[in-house]
């Protein structure tokens, strides 16, 4: 055998390290304008009005992030932190907009199409059959629902009035998670059985515990309008800031991280269903500040087709935001704002383990059979197949802009939305049954018929 001749099993040798040393693999810029939520031109007449409730942290950034729609105009914003109506039109660039702390007044405007709610989650329920009775389509803010009970009469009320609703897990409107499903419907993962995903973070930020502004006080904030149907107790500007940490006004981290999780799993793998199981386990290991959700939680969820793990970690951010589907002939990972596609097998290799308990006769007789039924590449015409695939959004490209966008189009046309009221229970469910399985230390099984979860 000549010197640099190899034979199939150095090639195989070969190929599996060129693997793991990650031979560069290319990576492909998506091209935002190939999707229809791309800056597209609209006539004056077409302009649709929009109100916003709710100004804070979210409602600011979502205002911001419509600047560079076409075709759409914020009117009126509704907030009951009096300094948060500096903040809305600073976000829209310093525009002069009506400001009010009674969203009523946003809902009584003729002109007024459409309106986002950004309220905490306690408040989501009421805003939008508010907002859908007062006949204007509906964008709310994810987790859609603050219970199941409350998600039930929100779609209820949006169907009955007929009304465009999109819920805020931007998401599913990126270029990124769009690949994502194109490579999940193409098959080229095979069967998958297993899911996890993860949101990490290591920051009081990320666990919270926001800073409280100085001017915050009884007097600038109508904390028993904020309160809303939740029970009443005096002024408190920890839960009005901090609101995630209580179970009167959000859901912890499954209602602020992992219904961002379950809407990319959801949407990639075309699931719009509820889990049918979840098993939760957690602890509170270090944000001991009176909070009442855990900052480290884990759920096991059934689906039909597929295990789903989740976690999502305050202590500890290595992991930062991560997918991975994990499939028989391939593995598709979403780190950041990077996907990645790679192939596994078909694995062409004779067994080389379990026949070490063969005799030296029957193993070897094994081996000449199987390399006479796989015979090696003539010398030359090796190949090394660089099939992994890297996909990464452009820089600056905002899936947020994209997901107001998609809903503003819906508006205009009356054309489906991306993330639809039924879309956005379902994914609230799931975090609801998260936190019913974590708090009751039991599994919560979601029942179709009631439309309950039972633990
Ligand atoms: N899509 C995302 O990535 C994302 C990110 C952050 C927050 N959110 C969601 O956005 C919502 C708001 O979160 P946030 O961080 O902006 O909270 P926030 O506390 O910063 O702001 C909420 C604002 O709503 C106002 N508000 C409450 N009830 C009101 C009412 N009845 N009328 C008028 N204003 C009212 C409050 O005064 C407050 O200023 C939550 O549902 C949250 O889960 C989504």
Request: glycine share 8%; charged share 25%; proline share 6%.
């Amino acid at each position: 055998m000549g010197k640099n001749s190899l034979t199939r099993r150095d090639f195989m040798r070969l190929g599996a390290g060129a693997a793991a040393l990650g031979a560069a693999a290319k990576v492909t810029v998506l091209e935002p304008s190939t999707l229809w939520a791309s800056p597209r031109p609209v006539p004056p007449s077409d302009t649709i009005r929009f109100g916003i409730i709710g100004t804070g942290v979210e409602g600011c950034s979502l205002l911001h992030s419509t600047l560079p729609i076409s075709g759409v105009e914020c009117v009126a914003a509704a907030d009951l932190y009096d300094s948060r109506h500096i903040a809305a039109k600073e976000a829209l660039g310093g525009k002069e907009i009506e400001t009010t702390r009674d969203y009523r007044r946003i809902l009584d405007r003729k002109d007024i199409d459409a309106v986002i709610v950004a309220t905490p989650d306690h408040w989501h329920r009421k805003a939008v059959i508010d907002v859908v009775e007062a006949g204007k389509d509906i964008y709310c803010e994810k987790p859609m629902s603050h219970s199941v009970e409350d998600g039930l009469a929100m779609v209820e009320a949006i169907q009955k009035n007929k009304k465009m609703c999109t819920v805020g897990s931007q998401r599913v409107s990126s270029i990124l998670y769009h690949k994502a499903k194109e490579i999940w419907d193409s098959g080229k993962l095979g069967m998958v059985d297993t899911i996890m995903a993860a949101w990490d973070r290591n920051t009081d930020s990320g666990a919270w515990v926001y800073p409280i502004p100085p001017d915050a006080n009884d007097k600038t904030i109508d904390w028993n309008t904020w309160l809303g149907e939740a029970p009443k107790r005096p002024y408190d500007v920890v839960r009005f800031f901090r609101w995630r940490c209580y179970k009167d006004y959000g859901a912890g981290l499954a209602g602020d991280l992992f219904v961002h999780l379950l809407s990319g799993i959801h949407h990639i793998t075309g699931t719009n269903m509820p889990p049918q199981r979840a098993l939760s386990t957690g602890n509170l290991y270090h944000y001991k500040d009176g909070r009442e959700f855990p900052d480290l939680l884990w759920t096991m969820y059934d689906y039909p087709n597929y295990q789903l793990v989740l976690r999502c970690n305050h202590n500890n951010s290595e992991e930062g935001e991560f997918f991975g589907f994990y499939g028989k002939k391939g593995t598709m990972t979403i780190r950041g704002s990077t996907l990645t596609f790679k192939p596994q097998g078909p694995y062409e290799t004779p067994e080389d383990y379990s026949v070490f308990g063969w005799p030296a006769k029957l193993r070897n007789e094994y081996y000449a059979k199987w390399w006479k039924d796989h015979p090696a590449p003539e010398p030359g015409k090796f190949q090394v197949k660089e099939d992994e695939e890297v996909y990464t959004p452009p820089p600056g490209y905002s899936d947020m802009t994209d997901h107001l966008a998609n809903f503003f189009h819906s508006v205009r046309t009356r054309q489906p939305v991306v993330e639809n009221e039924v879309f956005g229970h379902h994914t609230a469910i799931g975090c609801h049954m998260s936190n019913q399985s974590y708090f009751t230390k039991t599994v919560a099984v979601w029942d179709p018929g009631t439309r309950k979860i039972k633990s």
